[in-house]
Structures are given as structure tokens and as C-alpha cells.
């Protein structure tokens, strides 16, 4: 159970939000108003998941600590496809090669009654596990919707995306983030990769479109948040503080 107060220049409200183990099911609550929300939340972690997932499933059976819940809840997703109305699909998964990420595609097919993730390239299949990491990473988004949990009414928490990604393939994932979010999928994102910041200020900038940014600085023995929108500017952060001193060190010693 979440609860805070939410002040603005009229008034302060009480809010409390409510998630049970069940992710499908979060309530909000305000004053006398309880609304049960139909969406799903997803939480990708910063390890790929698809050629580790049998390790994640023992783990939990042999009762070691070695991945929390977060990792469990994905390897649930892709071992029990849901069925979901096609209204709820999005749109951009129609088209198989508009985020071509790695020349490839990555499929989920049946496995002694189970689920396994291959690369398909040029009509072959490669076991998951000898692909590069980054393609195992970026490939869990196709996975999780073919599976039926990336949809309009997800709410998709991303850990650190820049993990094993090259640069390029970095910047198409943002282009594929801010497509979703058009189509009403709410999306967080933690990063501390100039390449996810710049990139997320271009397309917000090309496309007038509203991307929120929450700084975190720390201020001697204090956590200072700054908030802006990435459609009007890029504020301070240390991000891109240490972008602008690497690229004067190169200067200097050019």
C-alpha cells in the first residue's frame, strides 16, 4: 500500500493506492472514492530473462534468493499466454518490421508443453541463448505481447534499458517507447544513459510531444527532485553534466 498527500495551491489530498499480488487488480483511493482500475503492471528488469528463465523457475523452487518477483512474474507471463481482445492489441505490433531491432525475430514455440524464445533469421531458428545479450533483451517486448501482457492497458516499468544495448539499437527502442505511449500505455523508465535522456528530448521535441523527466540531484546531505518537461527543454541533471565534461576533456586534449 502506497499513501501520500498530493499538495496543490488549493488544496491537499489524501491518496492511497493499493496493489495486490495480483497485478491485474490496483485500486486508488481518494476521500470517499474507490476505483478499480482494469490494467496490468509490468516491470522489466535490467538482466534479460529469455535464455535464463529456467535458472529464475529453480530458483524459486529450490527456494534461493537469487531473483526477486519481479523476474518470477515475467517468466509467468511467458510460460501462460492469456488470450485478450484484439481491441486491446497494439497497433505497431501489426507491422513485424517497423522496429526491426536486430534483423530478426523473436518468437515464443512449444516446448514439451512449455514455452522457449528462439531467433528466427533468414527462416532459421537459434536457440535463445546464443543470440547476443541485447537481442535477448529487446526481444522480451514482442514476447510479452505476443504472450498477451503488453497491451493498452499496460502500465510497463523499464529498469535501466541502455543494459547490452548497442547505441542505435538504444535510440530505436526509444522511438518504440514513444509509439506505445501514444497508443496509451503508461511508461516509466529509470536510466542513467545520456543516450536514453537525448534521445527521449529529440523525439519529444520532433513530435510536440509531453515526456516527463524526474532528476534526482543530491544537495550536500539532501535528495533535490527536478521535474521538466522534456518538450521544453532539457534541465540539469547529472547526466548530462558528465556528457558536457567528457566532451570538453576531448576538446582539451585534442
Avoid at 530478426?104 to 533469421?121: C, Q
Avoid at 547490452?164 to 517507447?177: K, T
Avoid at 519529444?204 to 532528476?215: E, V
Wanted: charged share 30%.
Amino acid at each position: 500500500i502506497i499513501q501520500c498527500h498530493i499538495q496543490n495551491d488549493q488544496k491537499k489530498e489524501e491518496v492511497r493506492l493499493e496493489i495486490s499480488n495480483d497485478t491485474h487488480k490496483t485500486t486508488l483511493w481518494k476521500k470517499d472514492i474507490t476505483i478499480l482500475y482494469d490494467f496490468n503492471a509490468v516491470f522489466i528488469p535490467p538482466k534479460e530473462i529469455l535464455s535464463i528463465k529456467n535458472i529464475i523457475k529453480y530458483s524459486q523452487t529450490a527456494k534461493i534468493k537469487d531473483f526477486d518477483d519481479t523476474y518470477l512474474d515475467i517468466v509467468s507471463y511467458i510460460e501462460n499466454p492469456r488470450e485478450i481482445d484484439d481491441n486491446e492489441r497494439l497497433i505497431l505490433f501489426r507491422d513485424h518490421h517497423k522496429y526491426d531491432f536486430y534483423n530478426g525475430l523473436v518468437r515464443l514455440i512449444d516446448n514439451n508443453g512449455g514455452k522457449r524464445a528462439v531467433f528466427i533469421k533468414n527462416n532459421i531458428n537459434y536457440e535463445i541463448d546464443i543470440v547476443a545479450e541485447g537481442i535477448r533483451k529487446l526481444g522480451i517486448f514482442p514476447v510479452l505481447e505476443k504472450a498477451g501482457y503488453l497491451t493498452k492497458k499496460t502500465i510497463l516499468f523499464v529498469d535501466e534499458p541502455e543494459n547490452s544495448v548497442h547505441p542505435r539499437a538504444l535510440r530505436e527502442l526509444m522511438r518504440f517507447f514513444v509509439d506505445v505511449s501514444k497508443e496509451g500505455v503508461q511508461i516509466f523508465i529509470a536510466s542513467h544513459n545520456q543516450f536514453v535522456v537525448q534521445q527521449l528530448r529529440n523525439l519529444a521535441k520532433k513530435h510536440k510531444y509531453s515526456i516527463h523527466c524526474y532528476s534526482l540531484l543530491k544537495e550536500k546531505e539532501k535528495i533535490k527532485c527536478v521535474q521538466f518537461d522534456l518538450k521544453d527543454k532539457m534541465a540539469e541533471n547529472p547526466i548530462l553534466d558528465e556528457a558536457i565534461s567528457m566532451f570538453d576533456e576531448s576538446i582539451e586534449h585534442a
